[in-house]
């Protein structure tokens, strides 16, 4: 154990300026991903009670919000679906643009409020392990730079502790990048699977309550896929 807590030391104080610059990205990305985490929790919903709903909806009742949205459970409120819902309510008795004009605005905003952050993560993803790369490459060069120095002439240990200071960044780079780049795709895949779930709630209030909308395919919907090939 004191083993292990002496590495954890060495690996912190020993790394140089670069490696507190990864530290710093690595609490960045830590406090990003609580933030969305507190995000996509508090705007969670259930997908079987959605679909069970979508379904009643098939029997064409008077009214969406009868059917729809008395019966979806409070601490839904801030869900996607269920926000979209509520713009689709307001706007249907307008005309088809103005009604596609609302949803899509709203669609915006929600695919807005779910992405936030996300190209954060991407970005410390790429750059934590560039600097953790520039960390050792500048670490070997003073190593060897010293042995030059000394004429050829240095302890064999004295050269691999040197060697194994630079390579601390490296080490640390790749421990900020991994995380940032896991969570973040699991976040992307979220997005994805809500934005779904708008397009099908959306589709099915068209096709049963303005079918003179089907035309009109909401153009400023943004595709989930681009936001994961732009993190990639």
Same mark, same amino acid.
């Given at each position: 154990?004191?083993? %292990?807590?002496? %590495?954890?030391?060495?690996?912190?104080?020993?790394?140089?300026? @670069?490696?507190?610059? @990864? @530290?710093?990205?690595?609490?960045?990305?830590?406090? !990003?991903?609580?933030?969305?985490?507190?995000?996509?929790?508090?705007?969670?919903?259930?997908?079987?009670?959605?679909?069970?709903?979508?379904?009643?909806?098939?029997?064409?009742?008077?009214? !969406?919000?009868?059917?729809?949205?008395? +019966?979806?459970? +409070?601490?839904?409120?801030?869900?996607?679906?269920?926000?979209?819902?509520?713009?689709?309510?307001?706007?249907?008795?307008?005309?088809?643009?103005?009604?596609?004009?609302?949803?899509?605005?709203?669609?915006?905003?929600?695919?807005?409020?779910?992405?936030?952050?996300?190209?954060?993560? &991407?970005?410390?993803?790429?750059? =934590?392990?560039?600097?953790?790369?520039?960390? *050792?490459?500048?670490?070997?060069? =003073?190593?060897?730079?010293?042995?030059?120095?000394?004429?050829?002439?240095?302890?064999?240990?004295?050269?691999?502790?040197?060697?194994? &200071?630079?390579?601390?960044?490296?080490? *640390?780079?790749? @421990?900020?990048?991994?995380?940032?780049?896991?969570?973040?795709?699991?976040?992307?895949?979220?997005?994805?699977?809500?934005?779904?779930?708008? %397009?099908? %709630?959306?589709?099915?209030? +068209?096709?049963?309550?303005?079918?003179?909308?089907?035309?009109?395919?909401?153009?400023?919907?943004?595709?989930?896929?681009? =936001?994961?090939?732009?993190? !990639?």
């Amino acid at each position: 154990m004191n083993g %292990t807590a002496e %590495t954890i030391r060495r690996m912190i104080f020993d790394g140089g300026v @670069i490696n507190w610059i @990864i @530290i710093a990205e690595y609490v960045v990305m830590l406090a !990003v991903v609580a933030e969305r985490i507190v995000f996509y929790a508090a705007t969670s919903y259930n997908r079987k009670f959605l679909y069970r709903r979508l379904d009643s909806l098939s029997e064409r009742p008077a009214s !969406v919000q009868s059917v729809f949205l008395q +019966k979806w459970p +409070k601490r839904y409120g801030r869900s996607a679906p269920l926000i979209v819902l509520r713009e689709f309510t307001a706007y249907e008795k307008e005309d088809a643009a103005v009604l596609n004009e609302a949803v899509d605005r709203r669609v915006s905003q929600i695919y807005n409020a779910m992405n936030a952050r996300l190209d954060i993560l &991407s970005l410390l993803a790429n750059i =934590a392990p560039l600097c953790g790369l520039l960390g *050792t490459v500048t670490g070997l060069m =003073a190593a060897f730079d010293q042995i030059q120095k000394l004429g050829g002439s240095v302890n064999i240990q004295a050269l691999a502790g040197g060697i194994w &200071s630079a390579m601390i960044t490296t080490a *640390t780079g790749l @421990i900020a990048a991994i995380p940032a780049l896991t969570v973040g795709k699991l976040f992307e895949l979220e997005m994805e699977r809500r934005m779904s779930d708008i %397009t099908v %709630t959306l589709s099915l209030l +068209k096709q049963l309550y303005r079918p003179d909308c089907l035309d009109g395919a909401f153009t400023g919907m943004p595709n989930p896929c681009e =936001a994961a090939d732009r993190t !990639v």
